[in-house]
């Protein structure tokens, strides 16, 4: 990247998502030549993780703030502090969500980028439905198909963590 394409880079604004978590796309992939998207991402909701999934890219999950539950596909739940990182291998289907009451502060970098469109489509079909027209199963679908378009498969159910 010229120092010109850097100093053309538009200020990414706070994505929010359809679970009410934020991101702000740190570095799009489309600055790295699609090696590589970092994003800043704010978990608020306690509990409630999403179904396991697995993807072609590489994540790394740094926690800034709070703590995350971790988990892949038949393995036992562990935690992750603020401070420490997790790396999940492309193709390992995993989940994630915050075991507390306060948020989780997340930095994740992928490698090679992708997971930053995936958001971007998120928040557009956010701003696209009002909160009353938003209702679980809609959620569900828009959610299914995104993942879909975004080369995210859904392996399993989110676990319960009830």
Not at 57 to 72: C, K
Not at 77 to 90: I, L, R
Request: contains cysteine; charged residues 25%; aromatic residues 8%.
């Amino acid at each position: 990247m010229s120092e010109n394409d850097h100093q053309e880079m538009e200020v990414i604004p706070t994505l929010t998502l359809l679970n009410g978590n934020t991101i702000r796309i740190l570095t799009p992939g489309k600055y790295t030549d699609n090696r590589l998207t970092v994003i800043d991402y704010v978990d608020f909701t306690r509990g409630n993780p999403p179904p396991f999934t697995r993807h072609e890219f590489i994540e790394v999950f740094t926690v800034l703030e709070g703590r995350l539950a971790f988990q892949y596909l038949g393995e036992s739940v562990f935690y992750v502090s603020a401070g420490d990182a997790v790396t999940v291998p492309s193709g390992l289907s995993h989940t994630f969500w915050n075991p507390d009451e306060q948020a989780s502060h997340i930095m994740l970098a992928c490698t090679p980028a992708g997971l930053d469109r995936f958001f971007e489509a998120i928040h557009r079909e956010m701003e696209r439905l009002t909160a009353g027209e938003i209702e679980k199963a809609e959620i569900g679908a828009c959610m299914e198909r995104l993942r879909v378009e975004h080369g995210i498969e859904e392996t399993a159910a989110a676990p319960d963590i009830s």
